[in-house]
């Protein structure tokens, strides 16, 4: 799983302490992790697996091959392996 950058705080005074705090070693506070809420999870799963499928038996097999094609392009267009 990624991590998420530090947010800098937006007060002035705030990020002086925190830069100050690094600069001397001292640990800033962690943050709180937060609490996930289980019905919220639950109900996200459920919509996951059901959203592909549905979209999936909703286009026709044309569709979904121009699909393929656009993201196999934009994937493999980035690399730049050529000597």
Do not use: C, F, Y
């Not at 990020?15 to 809420?37: D, L, Q, S």
């Not at 038996?57 to 267009?77: C, D, H, T, V």
């Amino acid at each position: 799983m990624h991590t998420r950058p530090r947010k800098v705080p937006a007060d002035v005074n705030t990020n002086a302490v925190r830069v100050a705090m690094i600069a001397t070693g001292e640990a800033p506070k962690p943050a709180k992790p937060r609490k996930k809420n289980p019905a919220a999870v639950a109900l996200g799963k459920l919509g996951a697996s059901k959203g592909g499928k549905a979209r999936a038996a909703a286009l026709s097999p044309k569709e979904r091959s121009a699909i393929a094609k656009k993201a196999a392009a934009e994937r493999w267009g980035k690399r730049d392996d050529t000597p």
